[in-house]
């Protein structure tokens, strides 16, 4: 079978220099081509040969499904054999549950879908390009990676309804039809972003690593279901191996260089078919391959003291799943880990440990702030993996999927772990370079922040020695954080320098990039008192350094100081903006006193800056993102 191809010019300037061109054939791997890619050899799979053979591909079909159906191992997330024991016990600890995705299934069918505020019908035959001018650019990168359908599978699980999986089936065959795979010429750096420039943007690298895990986990949940017929089998499996490949060679073209969370999403996708999928007679380099890859991320992505490189939580959260699925799976089946891989790991939740506010959620740095249910779940999730009982003190309970992960034991297991509060109050992380000061571990302490990050990628905001300021539970003074992509609040805003409670020189813009990269100078704690230094260089040529002493359990003392680099006989004068942003406050300003005095709830802040005679004090309009859509 031979299809046609076409090629897909890319418009001036949207496309990196390494695009050369981008193809794409419109119909499938061949249903031949596609067994001859199993390894038939392989236990179980005796009748799917001897059909094949015959060239008899309806007979091979069904053995092949037969085949899944039957077999005992590998084991996934959630063991479909155990499906009913599972939906009770669900049932009987959380009955609102399956109603809540019941309700969330229904909605799925209408094919009217918001992602991150924008609301669009695509249509009975689903239009998965999602063009339109003026919308969430985003839009059909998101509806392509097929979050939007998980509620069909759990819905299925708990009525058995066949309406369920037939649309989850439906959504499949019409994607598979509308994005054929890409074949590329193209350099040796990451290719696949240029693929959002162009109608297949379902298939970048990151959309698909996404996607395939998702259509792994809606196989375990949906292949045993009388709606899922070895047509359909086949053709799900045979788009399955074209993303595994497409994913893989990826991997190659990367080389040995780390991609950040794109990456993580990648192989995450990747380290599903290849576990779950063994079958495949690539399946092995692949799973062997993704755990290279993983172990390297975590070696040379992940700082000593937890930080993950990008160094904002949201992304962090990112690579955590990834990895938290990887080590699930090998303990499934009995997959030896790489020494020091769960060491290292851990880390990571010590990392969220550190830098959890009072309330256990966490600062809004740059373009990924994880969400409060997030950080606490993944805390959790540690103290199980781990035996925890700092992660237990700052995590959530376990809830219905972590029943599906961990298995019908898993609250009796997080029982027997004793709660225990963090070792430690302020810390300073000397590869990350934040400093924490606070005053302990209640949810109405006293918490501050102070950022000399590093420069963490396209993800990193211009924000160096900002501070955020927690207390009495509640923000006190906060990072703008990051919208949804598109919003023009985004770029236009919150990562620019003044979203941030940062200084400003002359009204420029800092380097999101510095040489040196800022550090921390000096970091003392004591019972009393907290002392800290962090220092910028080569900003307007000038040096800043922030200077914060903590008098416990009371109040912050800040002064920056401000040094020319290269000082002149000439000394220039320039304006200096020290910028605070409040959380959503009414504000009283003293413009005698130059002082600032906010209007929360409970506690309050007050701003009382020390020569007043030299300040003009200046209220503006400020944003902060609690959200993507908010």
Not at 37 to 64: M, Q
Not at 249 to 267: I, K, S, Y
Not at 450 to 461: E, Y
Not at 497 to 520: A, C, L, S, Y
Request: charged residues 25%; glycine residues 8%; aromatic residues 12%.
């Amino acid at each position: 079978m031979a299809g046609t191809s076409r090629v897909l010019t890319i418009p001036p300037g949207g496309a990196r220099k390494n695009l050369r061109k981008i193809a794409s054939g419109n119909l499938p791997l061949p249903r031949s081509n596609f067994f001859e890619a199993i390894n038939l050899d392989y236990p179980g799979l005796e009748k799917v040969k001897a059909a094949f053979n015959k060239s008899d591909l309806p007979t091979a079909r069904k053995e092949l499904l037969e085949h899944f159906k039957t077999r005992t191992k590998p084991t996934y997330y959630s063991n479909w054999r155990k499906k009913d024991e599972i939906v009770k016990l669900i049932n009987e600890k959380f009955p609102k549950y399956f109603q809540k995705l019941i309700v969330e299934a229904d909605s799925v069918m209408t094919h009217i879908f918001t992602f991150e505020g924008d609301k669009r019908d695509v249509g009975k035959n689903v239009n998965w390009m999602q063009d339109s001018p003026g919308g969430n650019k985003s839009w059909a990168q998101i509806i392509s990676r097929f979050c939007f359908a998980a509620p069909l599978l759990s819905a299925y699980w708990a009525t058995g309804n066949e309406k369920y999986s037939r649309e989850y089936i439906y959504l499949v065959k019409d994607w598979i039809k509308d994005n054929p795979r890409p074949l590329l010429t193209v350099g040796r750096r990451s290719w696949s972003r240029e693929l959002a420039a162009t109608p297949l943007k379902g298939w970048t690298s990151l959309n698909t690593g996404i996607r395939t895990k998702a259509w792994v986990d809606a196989y375990s949940h949906l292949f045993a279901s009388p709606s899922w017929q070895p047509e359909t089998n086949t053709l799900f499996l045979r788009s399955l191996l074209e993303q595994a490949e497409y994913l893989f060679e990826v991997q190659l073209h990367r080389g040995n260089a780390t991609g950040g969370n794109w990456q993580a999403f990648e192989c995450s996708g990747l380290l599903s078919v290849a576990v779950m999928f063994p079958e495949f007679k690539k399946s092995k380099i692949w799973r062997d391959k993704v755990y290279d890859i993983l172990n390297l991320k975590l070696q040379k992505e992940v700082y000593d003291d937890g930080g993950h490189w990008e160094l904002n939580t949201g992304y962090q959260g990112c690579v955590m799943r990834a990895l938290f699925g990887s080590i699930l799976l090998a303990k499934r089946n009995g997959i030896e880990l790489p020494p020091g891989y769960l060491k290292r790991y851990e880390k990571m939740f010590d990392y969220l440990a550190a830098t959890s506010m009072p309330d256990s959620t966490w600062p809004r740095r740059g373009d990924g702030p994880i969400s409060p249910g997030g950080g606490r779940g993944f805390l959790m999730r540690g103290a199980l993996l781990f035996g925890r009982g700092d992660f237990k003190f700052l995590g959530s309970k376990p809830s219905a999927k972590e029943l599906m992960l961990f298995g019908h034991d898993v609250f009796k297991k997080y029982q027997t772990i004793k709660v225990r509060k963090p070792s430690f109050t302020s810390i300073a992380l000397p590869n990350s370079q934040h400093v924490i000061m606070r005053t302990g571990w209640d949810k109405d302490g006293l918490y501050l922040m102070l950022n000399c990050a590093p420069w963490g990628g396209c993800h990193s905001h211009p924000d160096h020695l900002n501070i955020d300021v927690y207390g009495y539970g509640q923000l006190l003074i906060t990072d703008s954080g990051m919208p949804c992509y598109d919003w023009k609040l985004g770029g236009g805003f919150c990562k620019k320098t003044k979203g941030h409670n940062v200084i400003i020189i002359d009204g420029e813009e800092q380097p999101i990039k510095v040489e040196p990269n800022p550090i921390t100078e000096t970091f003392i704690t004591t019972s009393n008192f907290d002392f800290a230094q962090g220092l910028l260089e080569n900003y307007v040529g000038a040096k800043q350094q922030r200077s914060i002493i903590f008098i416990k359990p009371d109040y912050w003392i800040m002064v920056d100081r401000l040094d020319e680099m290269e000082p002149t006989e000439n000394q220039e004068t320039h304006s200096v903006k020290q910028l605070f942003h409040f959380a959503p406050t009414l504000l009283t300003l003293d413009e005698n006193a130059k002082t600032v005095h906010s209007s929360y709830s409970h506690g309050n802040i007050l701003l009382a800056p020390p020569g007043a005679d030299k300040i003009e004090l200046v209220e503006q309009q400020g944003w902060v993102a609690f959200s993507r859509i908010q």
